[in-house]
């Protein structure tokens, strides 16, 4: 067994335990990362980081690599069933934010983590095969233990970072159930395609009622033809969730129907569907908010504290805000219960209404309150129908719910 008593130990090298490491190694304290599959590989599909989660990555040298893999989204842009445009804002720096928004593919991100884990902090700082089955505590660190004979090993505390099936959670909340189903199911995937509208579009189109797409690029300049990769997610109201396996196949004929006629002036939506090499289903899931993360040294970081429904761009960027507040807290408090219980008692409660209005009034309420006050008709003057200060308002009160007004974000002082 390791005696590293003083080690944080991170379970899960996904984007909240990679950047807990980086942040951790900025600040001066010893970690090391566990995970569980034997090869990590850059799995998953197409997130989007806000300018309140770029700015942590800012502040870990990691916009040059970003920049590298991303795509950096000029602007928001909501449309009708119809395709006809309800709104559109800005985006990043393009909106004033001294950070800019990246449209980027879950897997570049994860792999540009974890090549800067491995770098700062040694080719060892990161074990995969190793997949906890459980976590001891006594008054001088913890115990974690591993599946298939893996030694234990010791460390000063235990941060579960092991996504929304997170092996620490169900020990700490053993009878909490599976995800909760939202009642919606998701398709997504990828095609390589021409640049639309402004090239760093982020589109959100439809409403759920009658079919809802997410749309946006995530890599540029793919091939010699100067086409991006585009990130689509397909999301409609289903009674009954997909099976829920991540790698699930999609099937065309389950959801296409619902979009065969969105030929837009700015983009052919079913063509790009058909487009697609791979298409995967999902059921939208999240969990009730927990009323703590921390039980003396253990606590949890990103999808393991607080799984979300993706309806604002924010499970990837909570997690990233999670990981840098805590290395924070250790940096004033040392690494022990008394910086897990700060993290904690701010933590809980922001994600909490983070995940609450995720499931109410997310960005995509925008599109709800015009399909609803039109009857999912065409309009004539959407002015008749609702005011740009309406719409402005429902995105603002997103932007300080979720930490990213511009003027409060500048004004923060770093967490570090």
């Known amino acids: 067994m390791s005696t590293a008593s003083n080690e944080v130990i991170i379970l899960g090298a996904g984007i909240g335990g990679l950047t807990l490491a980086l942040s951790l190694h900025q600040a001066g304290i010893a970690c090391r990362v566990y995970e569980a599959v034997p090869e990590l590989r850059p799995l998953g599909v197409g997130i989007n980081l806000l300018p309140h989660a770029v700015r942590e990555l800012s502040e870990l040298g990691l916009l040059e690599a970003l920049d590298r893999v991303g795509v950096r989204t000029q602007e928001a842009v909501f449309f009708t069933e119809h395709g006809q445009l309800v709104f559109r804002e800005p985006a990043g720096r393009h909106a004033g934010y001294d950070w800019p928004q990246y449209s980027i593919h879950r897997g570049d991100l994860q792999t540009v983590l974890l090549e800067e884990t491995l770098k700062r902090l040694g080719p060892d700082s990161v074990r995969c095969g190793h997949r906890c089955t459980g976590v001891e505590q006594d008054d001088a660190g913890v115990t974690v233990h591993f599946a298939d004979g893996r030694a234990p090993v010791r460390g000063a505390v235990a941060i579960g970072c092991d996504g929304i099936h997170s ?33 760093g ?87 009730d908010p927990l009323p703590r993360w921390t039980h003396g040294r253990l606590t949890l970081l990103g999808d393991a504290a607080h ?47 983070v995940v609450l209005t ?12 015009v399909f609803e006050r039109s009857g999912g008709k065409r309009f ?28 409060a974000l500048k004004q923060r002082a770093s967490y570090l």
């Not at 052919?268 to 059921?283: F, G, H, M, R």
């Not at 799984?307 to 408090?333: C, H, T, W, Y």
């Not at 004539?380 to 003027?407: F, W």
């Open 307 to 353: 799984p979300m429904v993706p309806r604002g761009s924010n499970g990837a960027g909570q997690a990233i805000i999670d990981a840098r507040f805590l290395a924070g807290a250790m940096k004033r408090e040392g690494v022990g219960q008394a910086a897990l219980e700060s993290y904690d008692r701010v933590r809980v409660k922001a994600t909490t209404e």
């Open 167 to 199: 092996a620490l959670r169900k020990q700490l909340y053993p009878n909490e159930g599976a995800p909760r189903y939202s009642g919606i199911n998701m398709w997504r995937g990828t095609a390589a395609w021409q640049p639309f509208l402004s090239g």
């Open 358 to 369: 995720n499931r109410s009034n997310p960005p995509d309420t925008i599109l709800r309150e």
């Open 201 to 287: 579009s982020m589109v959100r189109a439809g409403w759920l009622t009658v079919g809802k797409m997410v749309i946006y690029p995530i890599r540029n300049d793919i091939d010699a033809q100067g086409r991006q990769l585009v990130n689509w997610v397909a999301e409609i109201h289903a009674p009954q969730p997909a099976m829920r396996d991540w790698s699930r196949a999609g099937r065309l004929e389950d959801f296409l129907p619902a979009f065969a006629d969105w030929h837009f002036d700015w983009l052919d939506v079913p063509a790009l569907i058909q487009a697609s090499d791979t298409i995967l289903e999902y059921p939208m899931v999240d969990q």
């Open 380 to 407: 004539d003057r959407l002015d008749e129908i609702v005011t740009q200060q309406e719409l402005q308002a429902i995105s603002d009160h997103y932007k300080r719910v979720a930490g990213y007004d511009p003027a």
